[in-house]
Protein backbone atom coordinates (compact mmCIF):
# COMPACT_ATOMS: atom_id res chain seq x y z
CA UNK A 1 0.00 0.00 0.00
CA UNK A 2 0.91 3.34 -0.86
CA UNK A 3 -0.22 6.49 1.03
CA UNK A 4 0.13 9.75 0.00
CA UNK A 5 -0.32 12.97 1.75
CA UNK A 6 -0.51 16.08 -0.85
CA UNK A 7 -0.43 19.94 -0.37
CA UNK A 8 1.08 23.18 -0.06
CA UNK A 9 2.59 23.69 3.55
CA UNK A 10 2.93 27.51 2.90
CA UNK A 11 -1.11 27.91 1.95
CA UNK A 12 -2.72 26.94 5.24
CA UNK A 13 -5.32 23.98 4.83
CA UNK A 14 -4.06 23.11 1.87
CA UNK A 15 -1.48 21.54 3.60
CA UNK A 16 -4.11 18.56 5.05
CA UNK A 17 -2.76 15.85 3.34
CA UNK A 18 1.26 16.53 4.19
CA UNK A 19 -0.08 16.65 8.10
CA UNK A 20 -1.79 13.43 7.51
CA UNK A 21 1.30 11.79 6.33
CA UNK A 22 3.24 13.14 8.72
CA UNK A 23 1.33 12.06 11.57
CA UNK A 24 1.45 8.64 10.11
CA UNK A 25 4.83 8.59 9.73
CA UNK A 26 4.94 9.11 13.44
CA UNK A 27 2.77 6.29 13.55
CA UNK A 28 5.62 4.22 12.29
CA UNK A 29 3.42 3.52 8.65
CA UNK A 30 5.35 4.71 5.78
CA UNK A 31 3.76 7.63 3.88
CA UNK A 32 4.84 9.66 0.77
CA UNK A 33 4.59 13.36 0.49
CA UNK A 34 3.60 15.06 -2.94
CA UNK A 35 4.12 18.90 -3.07
CA UNK A 36 4.47 19.44 -6.91
CA UNK A 37 1.56 18.52 -8.51
CA UNK A 38 -0.13 15.97 -10.99
CA UNK A 39 2.95 14.35 -12.48
CA UNK A 40 4.65 13.77 -9.24
CA UNK A 41 1.82 12.24 -7.89
CA UNK A 42 0.56 9.69 -10.85
CA UNK A 43 5.19 9.26 -10.67
CA UNK A 44 4.44 7.96 -6.87
CA UNK A 45 2.29 5.94 -7.56
CA UNK A 46 3.51 3.93 -10.21
CA UNK A 47 3.57 0.18 -9.97
CA UNK A 48 1.59 0.18 -6.69
CA UNK A 49 -1.99 -1.81 -6.92
CA UNK A 50 -3.02 -0.01 -3.97
CA UNK A 51 -3.13 3.42 -3.24
CA UNK A 52 -4.35 6.43 -0.71
CA UNK A 53 -4.05 10.09 -1.78
CA UNK A 54 -5.16 12.44 1.22
CA UNK A 55 -5.74 15.84 -0.10
CA UNK A 56 -7.47 19.39 0.69
CA UNK A 57 -10.83 19.90 -0.82
CA UNK A 58 -13.55 22.54 -2.00
CA UNK A 59 -17.10 21.28 -2.33
CA UNK A 60 -18.88 24.13 -0.79
CA UNK A 61 -19.10 21.47 2.44
CA UNK A 62 -18.43 22.60 5.84
CA UNK A 63 -15.08 23.31 6.62
CA UNK A 64 -13.68 20.17 8.04
CA UNK A 65 -16.19 17.56 6.24
CA UNK A 66 -13.68 14.21 5.09
CA UNK A 67 -14.90 12.80 1.71
CA UNK A 68 -13.97 9.57 0.87
CA UNK A 69 -14.32 8.22 -2.76
CA UNK A 70 -13.11 5.57 -4.98
CA UNK A 71 -10.61 7.30 -7.22
CA UNK A 72 -11.41 4.61 -10.44
CA UNK A 73 -14.64 5.73 -10.44
CA UNK A 74 -16.17 8.34 -11.96
CA UNK A 75 -14.40 11.78 -12.32
CA UNK A 76 -14.17 13.66 -8.99
CA UNK A 77 -16.77 16.30 -8.19
CA UNK A 78 -14.65 18.31 -6.11
CA UNK A 79 -11.88 20.68 -6.74
CA UNK A 80 -8.62 20.88 -4.56
CA UNK A 81 -7.68 24.41 -3.86
CA UNK A 82 -5.81 26.64 -6.32
CA UNK A 83 -2.39 25.72 -6.78
CA UNK A 84 1.01 26.95 -8.54
CA UNK A 85 1.17 23.99 -10.09
CA UNK A 86 -2.17 24.35 -12.15
CA UNK A 87 -3.31 20.42 -11.59
CA UNK A 88 -4.11 18.71 -8.69
CA UNK A 89 -5.22 15.38 -7.30
CA UNK A 90 -8.68 15.47 -9.41
CA UNK A 91 -6.82 16.34 -12.60
CA UNK A 92 -3.64 13.78 -11.76
CA UNK A 93 -6.35 11.09 -11.36
CA UNK A 94 -8.04 11.60 -14.78
CA UNK A 95 -4.67 11.96 -17.02
CA UNK A 96 -3.78 8.44 -14.94
CA UNK A 97 -7.21 7.12 -16.27
CA UNK A 98 -6.62 8.34 -19.85
CA UNK A 99 -2.91 6.67 -19.76
CA UNK A 100 -3.88 3.72 -18.16
CA UNK A 101 -1.67 4.49 -14.93
CA UNK A 102 -4.99 4.65 -12.35
CA UNK A 103 -3.64 1.88 -9.27
CA UNK A 104 -5.94 -1.70 -8.93
CA UNK A 105 -7.48 0.36 -5.64
CA UNK A 106 -7.49 3.97 -5.51
CA UNK A 107 -8.85 5.29 -2.43
CA UNK A 108 -8.95 9.28 -1.72
CA UNK A 109 -9.86 11.23 1.62
CA UNK A 110 -10.57 14.63 0.74
CA UNK A 111 -10.82 17.26 3.96
CA UNK A 112 -12.66 20.05 2.95
CA UNK A 113 -10.75 23.37 3.68
CA UNK A 114 -11.36 26.76 3.80
CA UNK A 115 -7.82 29.22 4.52
CA UNK A 116 -5.65 29.07 1.58
CA UNK A 117 -3.81 31.91 2.11
CA UNK A 118 -0.16 32.27 2.33
CA UNK A 119 0.73 32.25 6.15
CA UNK A 120 -2.95 31.46 7.38
CA UNK A 121 -3.22 29.13 10.27
CA UNK A 122 -4.89 25.85 10.13
CA UNK A 123 -8.92 26.11 10.60
CA UNK A 124 -9.55 23.94 13.64
CA UNK A 125 -11.76 21.96 11.99
CA UNK A 126 -9.22 21.04 9.29
CA UNK A 127 -7.19 19.89 12.32
CA UNK A 128 -9.60 17.93 13.68
CA UNK A 129 -10.45 16.42 10.36
CA UNK A 130 -6.43 15.52 9.60
CA UNK A 131 -6.46 13.21 13.08
CA UNK A 132 -9.64 11.58 12.08
CA UNK A 133 -8.29 10.69 8.70
CA UNK A 134 -4.97 9.37 10.06
CA UNK A 135 -7.42 6.96 12.09
CA UNK A 136 -9.31 6.03 9.13
CA UNK A 137 -5.87 5.32 7.10
CA UNK A 138 -4.70 3.54 10.15
CA UNK A 139 -7.42 0.94 10.16
CA UNK A 140 -7.02 0.43 6.26
CA UNK A 141 -3.44 -0.20 6.93
CA UNK A 142 -4.10 -2.81 10.14
CA UNK A 143 -6.96 -4.70 7.94
CA UNK A 144 -4.33 -4.97 5.14
CA UNK A 145 -1.93 -6.15 7.41
CA UNK A 146 -4.55 -9.16 9.02
CA UNK A 147 -4.90 -11.67 7.44
CA UNK A 148 -8.36 -13.23 6.75
CA UNK A 149 -9.37 -16.38 9.12
CA UNK A 150 -12.22 -18.89 8.06
Known amino acids: MVIIGCGNRQRSDDAAGILVAEKLRKLGIK ?3 CTRGC ?4 EVWTGAKDVIVVDAVVS ?3 VGTIRAWNGREAPLSVR ?5 HGL ?11 LDRLPSRLQVYGIEGQRF ?3 AEL ?6 AIDEVAGKIVGDVRAERTPLTG
Not at 39 to 42: G, R
Not at 80 to 84: N, R, V
Not at 123 to 128: K, L, M
Request: charged share 20%; proline share 11%; glycine share 8%.
Open 31 to 33: AEI
Open 80 to 84: TPPST
Open 39 to 42: AELI
Open 123 to 128: SPEVIA
Open 117 to 119: ELG
Open 60 to 62: GAP
Open 88 to 98: GVAEAIELARV
